[in-house]
């Protein structure tokens, strides 16, 4: 199993990027895929998450800011992030997971926001 993270960098606040991710090497229907986050000296949080019909739910710091997507058929998951702050800077992971049955992470990647 693989889940592969992109699209992290440097950006200046108020800039935008977008992260990828694709997860292959089995069964991944009927699953949630997600990004969370760690920044310095911080436990990881939640982004945002989508379930394979499309339903989303969002962190209350980045709502109306990131919107997050899914191409069921290339399983993947994506993360529009908008109006970047300071404190968005961390490391973002991927996540796909379905209880009782898997559960795997990304490497993460960084994104850095600077002020």
């Known amino acids: 199993v693989q889940v592969v993270e992109s699209g992290g960098g440097l950006v200046q606040a108020g800039g935008s990027l977008r992260l990828s991710c694709a997860a292959s090497?089995?069964?991944?229907?009927?699953?949630?895929m997600g990004w969370y986050r760690r920044a310095p000296v911080n436990q990881r949080e939640l982004v945002a998450t989508i379930t394979s019909s499309g339903n989303t739910n969002y962190a209350d710091s980045v709502k109306g800011r990131f919107t997050i997507s899914r191409d069921n058929a290339k399983n993947s998951v994506y993360l529009q992030m908008n109006s970047l702050k300071p404190e968005d800077t961390a490391v973002y992971y991927c996540?796909?997971?379905?209880?009782?049955?898997?559960?795997?992470w990304g490497q993460g990647t960084q994104v850095t926001v600077s002020s």
């Open positions: 996540n796909v997971a379905a209880p009782g049955r898997f559960n795997y």
């Open positions: 090497g089995s069964d991944f229907s009927h699953n949630v």
